[in-house]
Structure formats: C-alpha cells, structure tokens
C-alpha cells in the first residue's frame, strides 16, 4: 500500500503530498523493521520507540510516524498520538479484517478465559471455523501461538485478525481486557456481540478506583456502535446479578441480553445441584425449560456457561448442538483442574488471584469438602497490593489449613508482598513457605485421605517470575512430583 493511502485513513486536518513510498509492513518494534516498513514510535513505560526511529531507518523503515519532530532521511509523519494513530493504520494496513469475522468479545473480572473457551468449542462444534485471543494462548484455525498480554495492542491484534480471515476462519473469540479498552487496543475492531462476566477487585494499581475500573470495561459495550443494522446484529450480553450491568446497559445502544442466577434475566439458572463431578441446573429462557447437566463445577461455573449460551444463542446457533457442547466441556486448563497421581486425596490448580475469583473456588469446594481443605495462595508483584490482605483473609475464613506463598514476585521482595498479606490475617492460624516448590510439597505431605488442597493463582501458567528472570515452573507438574514422591 502507498503511504499516501495509507495515511488517508487518519484524516489529517492536511492531506500529506509528500515522498510516497511503497510500505510492506507496519512496525512498532524497530527489530522487526525491513525494508519499506512504517515505524511507528510508541512512547511506553520503560522505553521510548522515538529513541529507536534512527536505527529503524538503517533496518530499511520507509517512513516514520512520530510525535515529535525527528531528523531522519525518511519521510517523519507527526501526529499527537501515535497510539491511536496506529490502531486506525492496523486495521486499514490489514484490510479491516474483523469485517470479514463474527467477533465476541469477553470482559470481566473473572471468568474471561473459561467464558471465551466455552463459547469458541460451541462454535466449533457447530461446524464453524475458529479463532481465539486470550489469556492462555492464540489460536488461529488449528494454530496456537504463545501471547504475552491478555489482549494484544493493536498492530499485533489485527494482523492476527487478517491472519485468520486468510486462514478461513470465520468466527474469532477474544478476551478483553480493562487494559486493552483503556489503552485503545481494540479499536478498529468491530465486535458483533459483546459478554460480561463480573466485576470485582483487581488492577486497582492501573485503575487506582474501582469506578475507573468499570468505566474502562463500559468502552466495549459503548463500542458496539449506534446503529441497528439486521445484517449485522449488535449484542450486549450482560450479566444481570452484577450491579454494573446496569451501566453497561445505559452504555450501548446494542440490543442486551441477560443472563444470571439471583435477579430477573432472560438467561435464568435454577435448581442448582453441585457434586465433586459436575454440576445439573434447569436453564429458563421465557417458558422453556432445559435440563443441563455439565462436568463443570461451581455457581461460578453456572455464571460462565450462561455467559456462553446467551453469546451462541444470539450469535444463532441451536439450543440443542449449544447444551451438547456444553455438556461435553470436561474443563479448561488451570481452572478448577484436578491433579491426579493416584492419590486419596484431591488437589485442585486454579488460577484464582483476586478476593472474588478465590472465595468463588473455595466456597465451591467447601460443598463438597467432608474433611480438611488446604490452599496454597500468593499475591503476584507489581500488582495491586490492596488485595493482598484480602486474598489472605479469605484464604484463613474459608480453609482449614493456610499457606501463604510467592506466586510472582517480579522485582518486589517476596517477604515484603508476605507481609502486606499478613497484615489481613492477624490472629490467624496459618504457614508461611516463600518457596512455592516447598510450600506445596509441605501440602501434599501433610493432607490425609479426603482432604483437598487448592493450590491458586497461578493456574495454566507454567513458569515464575522472580526479579527480571522467568523460571519454569507449572503448579501441577510441582503437585505431581510432590504426589508421586510421598
């Protein structure tokens, strides 16, 4: 695409009638730069991207997009923010690729990654050809590509899209993240409907208040745009036992969908039975009723499966191929998932790390708990540390036996981020092990036939970042060998 076209799309005040080279790629990272590439300069947290425009240009940048004025022998572009800037490039550069895709978009406290995996298996069952972006991974067709961030910034994110759209796929699946929607991620991206999940606690060290955490999640709804057009649909589906549902609603003009468990929804879960193995409920959508029996456990597993139909029902799917699907979901890696080496007790790896999404698992477990109930629990590092005393109390209120431990510290003192989670706890009986290894190799020694141990936190992930090194380190390959070595 020429660079004169390619800039039209940010309708400056000017048109730009300067050199018009070829551009081959867009970059915001000057190692990937080649030649004919448009280097566009991010300002981030740590580095600066107009500190790296010159050696874009060496690598073979054609153009450079800044916010300031650079000396280069290449065409510099300015604009006041090249982030937004660059989201609006991404999607013209890649063709407007979500276009092409049916797109659901998920955000939440909790329940984001579990959510999106329900609903793509749902969608793929029925025959359709999928993506998803999340937490765990990206998955393009039958491809799966290691992500860092939840929701990738926005020149990752649609080249994925445009990636996906090449390789046939029809309906795509992606978390959103509070992140993202502040940051102007996803914008460009043209959802068709749009799941929450709940808000709690979390991210307070980005957000700083948790009205500022709402409204950040609100800009997906509001995004779903301000037109009724029956060839695309919009929907929000929202979860009606939240209380910010409420603003979400006001938020849109999409038509909403609700779902819950407590209060009024179209969506509504009753009769809930919970057992080790799975959970029954009857599902009511106006007078009909249909008998859902799920391997899934937990009211919070209930919350999540009611999220997914409502998406697969308005997205116009069958009843009948959705509560198959979902009655065939055996579980999503390191949510609520078993550690079996033979033993005569159980051990649950979850990745619950905030007040909300622990006291979910443990009140869960506690239905069908007859003897001890062990948690292992930490607070990650330069994160959130008003949690930290909450995540201990609710450990020390809903478990028998408490260990406290790292999860990833990053660059703060792993005793220090100990000591911010006892300051909840005074009074109570509990461990203190840093070492996650040894704390959990003290859980299996010392648990009993009957007992479970939840070991939260950290869930799929398989490695621990201590200072600036990351380690391998996976919750139930540790649980395993801690199993098998008793």
């Not at 997009?65 to 660059?86: F, G, S, Y």
């Not at 391997?295 to 997914?308: D, E, M, P, R, T």
């Amino acid at each position: 695409m020429k660079l004169q076209k390619l800039l039209e799309n940010l309708h400056a005040i000017l048109p730009y009638n300067g050199e018009n080279p070829e551009i081959t790629s867009i970059e915001n990272d000057n190692r990937k730069v080649q030649k004919g590439s448009l280097f566009i300069c991010i300002k981030g947290y740590t580095v600066d991207g107009h500190d790296f425009a010159e050696s874009a240009v060496k690598n073979g940048a054609a153009a450079v997009l800044a916010e300031r004025p650079l000396e280069l022998d290449v065409p510099v572009l300015l604009v006041n923010d090249t982030t937004r800037a660059m989201a609006v490039l991404a999607d013209a550069f890649y063709g407007q690729p979500t276009k092409s895709l049916h797109l659901i978009g998920i955000t939440g406290t909790n329940g984001k990654t579990t959510t999106s995996h329900l609903i793509e298996k749902i969608f793929a069952d029925a025959g359709k050809k999928t993506g998803l972006i999340g937490t765990m991974y990206t998955k393009i067709a039958d491809q799966i590509i290691e992500t860092k961030n939840t929701t990738p910034e926005s020149l990752t994110l649609q080249k994925t899209f445009n990636q996906m759209v090449d390789a046939g796929v029809d309906t795509a699946v992606m978390e959103v993240s509070s992140h993202a929607l502040d940051l102007g991620r996803v914008h460009g991206c043209d959802y068709n409907v749009a799941v929450f999940t709940n808000l709690t606690q979390d991210h307070l060290d980005y957000h700083q208040t948790m009205e500022e955490y709402k409204r950040a999640k609100s800009l997906l709804f509001a995004q779903l745009g301000n037109t009724f057009d029956l060839s695309k649909p919009k929907y929000a589906v929202l979860n009606a036992d939240d209380d910010a549902s409420e603003m979400y609603s006001r938020s849109t003009a999409a038509h909403v969908v609700t779902y819950g468990i407590e209060q009024k929804a179209d969506l509504k879960a009753k009769n809930i039975q919970m057992t080790p193995k799975g959970t029954v409920f009857d599902l009511e959508i106006m007078d009909i009723t249909y008998p859902i029996r799920m391997q899934l456990i937990g009211k919070f597993s209930v919350y999540n499966v009611l999220a997914s139909i409502a998406a697969a029902l308005v997205s116009g799917l069958e009843m009948e191929q959705i509560i198959h699907s979902i009655e065939s979901v055996e579980g999503v890696a390191g949510r609520v998932e078993l550690v079996n080496a033979g033993q005569d007790f159980t051990v649950i790896v979850d990745y619950a790390h905030t007040p909300d999404s622990l006291e979910n698992v443990l009140k869960t477990i506690q239905q069908f708990a007859e003897k001890k109930v062990f948690v292992i629990v930490g607070c990650g590092g330069d994160r959130d540390r008003t949690k930290r005393p909450l995540m201990a109390q609710i450990a020390c209120q809903l478990a028998t036996d408490v260990i406290l431990t790292s999860d990833n510290p990053r660059s703060e003192d792993p005793l220090e981020i100990l000591k911010d989670m006892e300051a909840g706890v005074k009074g109570e009986t509990y461990q203190v092990i840093p070492d996650r290894r040894k704390a959990i190799y003290t859980a299996v020694s010392q648990a009993s036939a009957g007992d479970i141990i939840l070991i939260a936190g950290k869930g799929h992930e398989t490695y621990q970042i201590i200072g600036k090194e990351v380690h391998d380190f996976d919750d139930r390959l540790v649980a395993r060998e801690a199993i098998e070595g008793r």
